[in-house]
């Protein structure tokens, strides 16, 4: 396993296959319809532009085994220093956990908003 930048061109069709399999069985993304190829331009180009990493474990075929960012926690002016983590299954929680740790502390974030959804069978349905 080797720890890689993720870019749109290598990696979006693997993150756009993990957003939409937790969107069809989770509330994770609040979203009720899978995600458009088209989307992932949208999320690097937000990535890129708010310096928000993207990192990834690629197994020894290359393919992604996981990833991990954070990103705005929300648009409003008052949270301008806050970020919410994005992250995958997939390589180790640890790796992900620390590197979002080392740049969030490198940064003008000056918090980390962490939630947890819980998971109810059929919670997805609208």
Known sequence: MKRVNCTHN???????????????????????QP????????????KDAGR???????????DLLGFASYGTFRAWPAY?????PTASSGGSPQTFSN??????????VAQ???????VHEGANTP
């Not at 590197?99 to 003008?108: D, E, G, L, T, V």
């Open 10 to 32: 290598q990696h979006a069709a693997q993150i756009l296959e993990v957003f939409n399999d937790v969107i069809l069985t989770s509330t994770a993304l609040f979203d009720y």
């Open 35 to 46: 995600r458009t190829p088209e989307s992932m331009a949208t999320w690097f180009k937000t």
């Open 52 to 62: 928000f990493p993207v990192i990834g474990v690629e197994g020894s075929g290359g």
């Open 80 to 84: 301008k220093y806050s970020v919410e």
């Open 99 to 108: 590197f979002c740790m080392s740049k969030i502390r490198n940064s003008a």
């Open 112 to 118: 980390l908003q962490c939630s947890y959804t819980v």
